[in-house]
């Protein structure tokens, strides 16, 4: 083979060096294309954070631009920080998978709001721009609905956002508050969850997760 630039020919001996001691048919990189592998290489110099990359991209069919907007914004080391008792609450299992679809913080720099917005200027925002919340969120959410009414007692209540993940197998209720938590909010979205369960839930479902957003 001929007509390799300089440039390509020291990418090779990068990528050579970098997996020289393993076998590359056995890592996730050897099922990305070139110019995904250049990305990793170029940007993310711990080897198990580019593995934890790799496997990511092929698992979400991460694009070229997906990628690098992911490294740039850390995903990794958000990714299943969230302060929790899954461990306590969850069985092993279940508890893995909940924590790795978590992240602390997340990033919604994609909404261009005033700085004194309100929590419905904050929703109609997130709702706006869906496809790009999905993708902040993770893979397995499925969005189901904004001020999902819920008839309790004849009387309705509504969630701010419902969503359904489909790995996790249950219900996904977000409520949007804006400041500091206050003792109610728990109150409050408990509620919503036993609702949930109560209405909403299949048989085979598992209960649902709440998340309490908080924004600044």
Same mark, same amino acid.
């Given at each position: ?22 076998? *590359? ?9 070139? %110019? ?6 170029? %940007? ?23 990628? *690098? ?7 990794? /080391?958000?990714? /299943? ?34 700085? +004194? ?20 969120? !993770? ?13 309790? %007692?004849?009387?309705? =209540? ?8 489909? +790995? ?10 804006? !400041? ?6 728990? !109150?409050?979205?408990? =509620? ?6 109560? *209405? ?10 709440? =998340? ?5």
């Amino acid at each position: 083979m001929k007509g390799f630039s300089e440039r390509n020919l020291g990418y090779m001996v990068q990528f050579a060096r970098a997996y020289s001691e393993e076998s *590359i048919l056995q890592q996730a990189v050897a099922k990305l294309p070139w %110019s995904h592998n250049l990305v990793l290489l170029q %940007s993310v110099k711990d080897a198990k954070i580019r593995n934890w990359y790799a496997q990511e991209c092929i698992k979400n069919g991460w694009g070229r631009a997906v990628l *690098i907007k992911q490294i740039k914004q850390d995903l990794w /080391g958000r990714q /299943g920080k969230i302060t929790h008792t899954f461990q306590q609450a969850l069985p092993a299992l279940q508890s893995d998978l909940v924590q790795e679809t978590l992240k602390d913080p997340y990033n919604f720099d994609f909404l261009t709001l005033a700085d +004194n917005f309100n929590e419905r200027e904050l929703e109609a925002g997130l709702v706006t721009h869906i496809e790009k919340f999905l993708l902040e969120l !993770g893979s397995g959410f499925a969005f189901v609905g904004r001020q999902y009414p819920l008839k309790v %007692s004849e009387r309705e =209540f509504f969630l701010d956002l419902l969503f359904y993940h489909l +790995n996790l197998r249950c219900f996904i209720v977000i409520e949007l508050k804006k !400041g500091e938590f206050k003792p109610e909010y728990a !109150g409050k979205m408990n =509620f919503y969850c036993s609702a949930v369960d109560d *209405i909403l839930k299949h048989e085979d479902d598992q209960p649902n997760y709440r =998340f309490d957003t908080l924004s600044d």
